[in-house]
Structure formats: structure tokens, C-alpha cells
């Protein structure tokens, strides 16, 4: 029979492998190299006057690597996404707006469940969409479902047209059949084992249309 002190330094020796393997995973997010700031857009990311957000950046992301239980390629993959968007600022305020917008998404990657979520990145060309699209498809109940995505635009826009929204509101009979409530857009959508197909023949509703890979 083991003792109490012994059972306390198998779960801390498990505590370490766990944060151990977190942090093997997290430097597959590919973060931006200081050391090796050859940019204008990579020197103003690693300037000292966001080392604050950059380590609050870090530690939500590892956070949420631990917490949350949507799936870990997920979170890796939206930060290398973000990444990418963050580089294309042209000056500090989009570099601030910018790392505030990640701490949310992280924060809510660790505060709601996403059990229920099906998770979806758009993909062009087995790449990442050079216009990036995330849908979430939520089952609020046996016969509700919501559907919510954010199209990103470009960071130095004003922030009220730096994305846009999609909302729309089904069932699992009528699934295929969306209308986005924001722009009034109808959409097929057409779900495989991994991937969704989005389309539409509406002109000015393109944005959302597309193959998205299902995170699971």
C-alpha cells in the first residue's frame, strides 16, 4: 500500500510530465524569434514596449494548452494564424489591438466548454485560406444548433471593419440548409467525415464560401 507522501510525488511527478509535454507542444506554435528580428513588423513585436502582452500572450496560450478541451492542434494552429495576421500591422495601435483580440480568444478557449463545438479553419489549396475564416458550429440542445465564424480582414482597418461575423441559427434536420443572420446570405452546407463544404450563389456572401477542415 502506497504512503500518502509517496502518492503525492507520483501526481507531482505526473504534473510535470503533463506541463513537460504542454510545453514540447507549444514550441510547435512556431512563435516569432526575437533573437532573430529581421523585420520591421518582427522588431516592433519584440520592442520591450510589448514584452508585457508577449508574456501574457505565452502564458494563455500554455493555459489553455492544459485547460481547455477543444482540441490542441486547434489552438496551435489559430496562433500561427494569428501570427501571421500580427505581422502585417503597420504601426503599434494595430500591434496592441491585435494582442488584446488573442488574450480574448484564448481566454475564451479556457472559460467555456467546447465539447459541443465542432471547430472549422478554411482551407484553400491544402493550405491555410489567405483570407482566414473560422466557423464554430455549437449544439445548444438536441434540436438547436448555433452557427458562429469570424472572416478576418486586414489588422490595419478600423477595428469595427477588421472582421466579419456570421451567425445563424438551425437544427439538425435543417443543417444544410444556413442562412447567416448577419448579412442575410444563404448557404449549402455540405459535411463530411473531416471536411465542410460551404457554398453560395449569392453574389457579395463569397466570403464564407469554401472547404473547411474540421478540427477534432
Excluded at 452546407?189 to 474540421?214: D, H, M, P, W
Amino acid at each position: 500500500m502506497l504512503l500518502k507522501t509517496e502518492i503525492n510525488i507520483i501526481k507531482k511527478f505526473g504534473l510535470v510530465l503533463l506541463i513537460g509535454s504542454s510545453l514540447a507542444t507549444f514550441t510547435h506554435a512556431e512563435k516569432i524569434d526575437c533573437d532573430q528580428a529581421n523585420t520591421q513588423a518582427k522588431k516592433n513585436y519584440c520592442s520591450d514596449g510589448f514584452e508585457e502582452q508577449r508574456e501574457k500572450l505565452d502564458g494563455l496560450f500554455l493555459t489553455a494548452q492544459l485547460i481547455t478541451d477543444a482540441p490542441v492542434r486547434l489552438l496551435i494552429d489559430t496562433q500561427k494564424l494569428w501570427y501571421s495576421r500580427v505581422q502585417q500591422c503597420k504601426n503599434l495601435e494595430c500591434f496592441k489591438q491585435q494582442f488584446e483580440l488573442r488574450h480574448e480568444d484564448l481566454n475564451i478557449y479556457t472559460s467555456m466548454n467546447q465539447s459541443l463545438t465542432q471547430h472549422y479553419l478554411k482551407f484553400e489549396n491544402g493550405h491555410f485560406a489567405t483570407s482566414p475564416v473560422h466557423l464554430k458550429v455549437h449544439q445548444l440542445g438536441k434540436d438547436s444548433i448555433k452557427i458562429e465564424g469570424i472572416a478576418y480582414r486586414n489588422p490595419n482597418n478600423r477595428v469595427e471593419t477588421q472582421t466579419i461575423p456570421f451567425l445563424a441559427y438551425t437544427t439538425p434536420e435543417q443543417k444544410n440548409q444556413i442562412t447567416d443572420n448577419e448579412h442575410d446570405c444563404k448557404y449549402q452546407f455540405n459535411y463530411s467525415k473531416a471536411l465542410l463544404s460551404v457554398k453560395t450563389e449569392q453574389k457579395g456572401c463569397e466570403r464564407f464560401a469554401g472547404i473547411y477542415r474540421l478540427y477534432d
